[in-house]
């Protein structure tokens, strides 16, 4: 479903060359929950990026579904993104003067979709993500783990393909990540593959798979067996 075929991004700072991504190769099945692993600085942020439209890479080529990522116009760059890919971040990314259910309808009144027509499916959303309660919420009325389940319903509105996720439990306690985790792993089972970067083991064990970058170069690519319920 995602072929990533010698990809590597190289950043230019002034006469400086930053060589983030080296030669990386290799494919995602549908339906694959990954975790991405390594050291800070390995990569790993920018290979999600180039993964979900964010960015090009420099050399190299990466498919989603058969569509190339590379070497087209930003604006068809930007089609593709909102389409096929649904983001989570660390620091969960809402805005503060909308409401739960607004926050959750945004990426189709960006599309231009009525508010009146989107509703229903975001209120469902934030249902599904155990927030039914929460819905004419603030993020500042919200916990960590709450602001972080609305960012999921957002992600999950455009009914993506793909979800990836930037250290979604970095920011929460061990609790609440492990809750955050196991919806993840839920949503997996019926719904979009997920690609998650995250420097916790315990909480790569979640996928079904674990690769490990270093120096922007691919070191491990692990199966994993019977990972956590
Ligand atoms: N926009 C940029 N311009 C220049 N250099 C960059 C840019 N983005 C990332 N880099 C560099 O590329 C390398 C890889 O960065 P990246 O953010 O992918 O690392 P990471 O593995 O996600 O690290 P962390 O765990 O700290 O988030 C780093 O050396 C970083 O300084
Ligand atoms: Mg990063």
């Known amino acids: 479903m995602i072929e990533i075929l010698n990809a590597s991004k190289t950043y230019h700072q002034g006469e ?7 030669d990386v190769s290799f494919t995602i099945e549908k339906g694959e929950f990954l975790s991405i692993m390594g050291p800070s600085g390995s990569g790993k942020s920018t290979l999600l990026n180039l993964i979900g439209g964010l960015d090009q890479p420099s050399r190299g080529e990466i498919f989603i579904d058969g569509s190339p990522l590379h070497g087209i116009t930003d604006d068809d760059l930007t089609l593709i993104r909102r389409r096929k890919v649904g983001f989570i971040f660390q620091f969960f990314n809402l805005l503060p003067i909308l409401t739960a259910v607004e926050n959750v309808s945004l ?3 960006l599309d231009g979709v009525p ?4 509703r229903e499916k975001a209120v469902h959303l934030l ?3 155990g927030l039914g309660s929460r819905i004419e919420h603030r993020p500042e009325q919200l916990s960590g783990g709450e602001m972080q389940r609305v960012a999921i ?10 979800l990836l996720a930037d250290e979604p439990t970095g920011n929460l306690d061990s609790h ?8 993840l792993k839920q949503l997996n089972r019926s719904g979009p593959t997920i690609i998650m970067v995250t420097h916790d083991s315990g909480a790569a064990s979640f996928g079904t798979r674990i690769i490990k970058l270093r120096d922007g170069s691919l ?6 067996g019977g990972s956590p319920a």
């Open 153 to 162: 319903a957002r992600a999950l509105v455009t009914d993506p393909a793909v």
């Open 127 to 129: 249902e599904s993500v």
């Open 219 to 224: 070191s491990e690519d692990i199966a994993i």
């Open 115 to 118: 508010f009146s027509r989107i």
């Open 16 to 22: 400086q060359e930053v060589c983030a991504l080296r």
């Open 176 to 183: 609440r990540s492990e809750e955050i985790l196991r919806l």
């Open 107 to 109: 990426p189709l009144l």
